[in-house]
């Protein structure tokens, strides 16, 4: 991470979403949010209408989506929803998005995510799913849409990490488990690492005009526990004997866990600030990282030098 003052906002951990966009005005922007049928993505999509942008849903399942394009059709704020498909861990459904998309991107969200799957599962490239999902769908996305992104003369790419990340560097030797044993979390925590990366390495893209950063949401109860058993929730503290679901004091709701991803995608605070990640509504302090670590970017999430090797390696999969 070059050596610069943190960027600091006025707005507090548990702002919503719909608090950073109060002032700010969206209208004729366009944008694409990946997952925005649900939970934070949601959210993120709810805001940026409200705000007055015109937004895609990009999802596996566009009926999910139909009450938020409802919502926005019976509105008379200006912004609009639509959907459109996407798989990200198919990269036939990704070059069907991108060939589909007409005109300039003026935002997009890098949302859509899966979490912990118990067993390693291979997408349809045959790569380790939430790698192949997190982080090389996205990267073959926003690649994809660079030239529309060009074209928006200042746009922003917002990649939605997870402090998960704190705890897995990215390994380059062996990054789809074929030959280590599978964690369900380190493989987890290694896409969400390629994620800040893939910010970190968009700064090339900052000649024109496009910047790109990584985030945090905090801890919002979603579909994103969907793999994990009721032993592990019961173990996390937020499900009860009956197996009511109950969110710990510091968990944020969804409207608050979208807050930092609508503050980096239509901010004037973040005007030309690229290959930065923050989290709380803040930019985040670098620190080491490790199994202990429970806040800020670790150093091995924004390496320059690992992040365009990530670059390389990430354009030669997708090519
Ligand atoms: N919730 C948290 O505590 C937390 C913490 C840190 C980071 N995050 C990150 O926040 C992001 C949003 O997660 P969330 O908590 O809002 O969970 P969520 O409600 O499960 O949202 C994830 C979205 O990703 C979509 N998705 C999954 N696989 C996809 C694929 N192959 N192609 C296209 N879309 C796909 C899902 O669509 P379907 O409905 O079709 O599956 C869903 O809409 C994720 O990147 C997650 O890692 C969340």
Redesign the pocket.
């Known amino acids: 991470m070059p050596a610069h003052p943190l960027l600091t906002t006025p707005f507090a951990p548990d702002a919503t979403a719909a608090e950073i966009v109060r002032d700010v005005d969206l209208t004729g922007r366009r944008a694409v949010v990946?997952?925005g049928?649900?939970?934070?993505?949601a959210e993120t999509v709810r805001a940026l209408a409200a705000a007055g942008a015109q937004v895609t849903i990009a999802?596996?399942?566009p009926e999910?989506a139909e009450p938020l394009v409802r919502e926005f059709a019976a509105s008379t704020g200006g912004g609009t929803v639509r959907t459109e498909a996407?798989?990200?861990?198919d990269l036939s459904s990704v070059d069907a998005f991108v060939r589909a998309w007409r005109g300039p991107l003026d935002i997009l969200v890098a949302?859509?995510?899966?979490?912990a799957l118990p067993t390693r599962t291979l997408s349809a490239e045959g790569w380790e799913m939430q790698l192949a999902?997190?982080f090389l769908?996205h990267f073959a996305l926003a690649t994809g849409l660079y030239g529309p992104l060009r074209e928006a003369g200042s746009a922003r790419v917002v990649v939605?990490s997870?402090?998960?990340h704190l705890a897995t560097p990215f390994d380059f030797d062996d990054p789809h488990f074929a030959r280590r044993p599978y964690d369900p979390w380190a493989a987890y925590g290694q896409s969400?690492t390629a994620d800040v990366l893939l910010a970190v390495g968009a700064r090339r893209w900052a000649g024109d005009g496009i910047t790109a950063n990584a985030m945090?949401?905090?801890?919002?109860l979603?579909?994103?526990q969907r793999h994990l058993s009721d032993e592990t929730m019961r173990a996390f503290g937020v499900m009860d004997d009956e197996g009511n679901l109950t969110p710990l004091p510091y968990y944020k709701t969804?409207a608050q866990?979208a807050a930092t991803s609508v503050l980096l995608a239509a901010s004037p605070l973040l005007d030309g600030v690229t290959g930065r990640y923050f989290e709380d509504n803040q930019e985040a302090p670098t620190v080491p990282g490790g199994e202990d670590a429970t806040g800020g970017v670790a150093a091995h999430a924004t390496d320059p030098d690992s992040a365009d090797r990530l670059w390389e390696y990430a354009a030669d999969a997708v090519r």
């Open positions: 990946t997952g049928a649900s939970g934070i993505g999802t596996r399942r999910g996407l798989d990200l861990a949302n859509a995510g899966i979490m999902t997190n769908g939605v997870s402090g998960a969400k945090a949401p905090g801890y919002i979603t579909n994103l969804p866990g």
